[in-house]
């Protein structure tokens, strides 16, 4: 990875992505791997479920299922506004894999269903 510096520039001129997640949750996890084993730039954001801290009316307003995980793509351009908000396991994990290209790591949906 290159400098502090550099990484600060480029994250100031991409979208910041952020995945609001809770440890004790399993799909949470299968995320946070995900992310962690591949060293992607994504920003982990704690919620504590048993505080209830998914019911926050910021919370339900980005993510009206009031679940994690949840992933949240903010645009510099739109003063951090999310520009696209992700709440559900499976598709989390497909987008990641088809973002930053970890095919190795996504299923394929062209295996026949006798093949599985």
């Known amino acids: 990875m290159s400098g502090a510096g550099m990484t600060a520039a480029r994250t100031a001129a991409t979208a910041t992505t952020q995945l609001y997640v809770d440890m004790m949750s399993q799909p949470s996890r299968a995320c946070v791997l995900l992310c962690r084993m591949n060293k992607l730039d994504v920003q982990e954001v704690a919620i504590k479920l048993h505080k209830k801290e998914q019911r926050a009316p910021e919370y ?3 993510n009206a ?9 903010r ?20 987008y990641i ?20």
Do not use: G, H, T
Request: net charge negative; with cysteine.
């Open 75 to 94: 645009n510099p351009a739109q003063n951090q506004a999310p520009s696209f908000v992700l709440a559900e396991s499976c598709a989390i994990l497909k």
């Open 65 to 73: 299922l009031a679940q994690v995980p949840c992933l949240v793509e």
């Open 97 to 116: 894999c088809k973002k930053y290209d970890l095919a190795s790591w996504c299923w394929n949906d062209n295996v026949p269903l006798d093949a599985a």
């Open 60 to 62: 339900r307003e980005m």
